[in-house]
T-cell receptor
Framework: QQQVKQSPQSLIVQKGGISIINCAYE??????FPWYQQFPGKGPALLIA?????SEKKEGRFTISFNKSAKQFSLHIMDSQPGDSATYFC?????????FGTGTRLTVIP | KAGVTQTPRYLIKTRGQQVTLSCSPI?????VSWYQQTPGQGLQFLFE???????NKGNFPGRFSGRQFSNSRSEMNVSTLELGDSALYLC??????????????FGEGSRLTVL
């Protein structure tokens, strides 16, 4: 059973466009929601994270939007660049474990 | 500061064999987690060790086992390999238990191919 559902599985965006990746969860005990970025041949690396006491967190071109009532959160990449092409994983933590989504492969076309 | 080091990076085994993978965490990190990454399943949690004790275990058969040494280095072992065990095995370290902060530092993984 997948604790965190992530969509889409793959995404192709033009350079300068907005990339949006969505995740949903059921367990209300989750209280920490990080996003990881993975380039080919590398391990995932923490990109940005949010706690449920805020509805949005922005770091540069990356923004997490969090909807606690809907139990959904999303990653927005503004002005997407070819260098953003990678696999993105959302995750959720109930303080004793970390559950990952299945990943979204983002391709940004020049 | 050196990152998480995993060895070997690549290996090929045949069905029925066993394999041991090694992970050296970032200096000072006491928690080591292991994940299996496959194209369709994403990152599946195997287990987490903290101060030489297994603190969490994922939903994998008993063929998958691990341990952590006093210097925080960790090994995982897969016995009686099956074709479906072919995957990238990722190790991640953190200062405290992974779920407390969500900030894991991953190695580049060990890619296992089972023929």
């Amino acid at each position: 059973q997948q604790q965190v559902k992530q969509s889409p599985q793959s995404l192709i965006v033009q350079k300068g466009g907005i990339s949006i990746i969505n995740c949903a969860y059921e367990n209300t005990a989750f209280d920490y929601f990080p996003w990881y970025q993975q380039f080919p041949g590398k391990g995932p690396a923490l990109l940005i994270a949010i706690r449920p006491d805020v509805s949005e967190k922005k770091e540069g071109r990356f923004t997490i939007s969090f909807n606690k009532s809907a139990k959904q959160f999303s990653l927005h990449i503004m002005d997407s660049q070819p260098g953003d092409s990678a696999t993105y994983f959302c995750a959720a933590s109930p303080a004793n474990n970390l559950f990952f989504g299945t990943g979204t492969r983002l391709t940004v076309i020049p | 500061k050196a990152g998480v080091t995993q060895t070997p990076r690549y290996l090929i085994k045949t069905r029925g064999q066993q394999v041991t993978l090694s992970c050296s965490p970032i200096s000072g990190h006491r928690s080591v987690s292991w994940y299996q990454q496959t194209p369709g399943q994403g990152l599946q949690f195997l287990f987490e060790y903290f101060s030489e004790t297994q603190r969490n275990k994922g939903n994998f058969p008993g063929r998958f086992s691990g341990r952590q040494f006093s210097n925080s280095r960790s090994e995982m072992n897969v016995s009686t390999l099956e074709l479906g065990d072919s995957a990238l095995y990722l190790c991640a370290s953190s200062l405290s238990l992974a779920g407390h902060t969500g900030e894991l530092f991953f190695g580049e993984g060990s890619r296992l191919t089972v023929l």
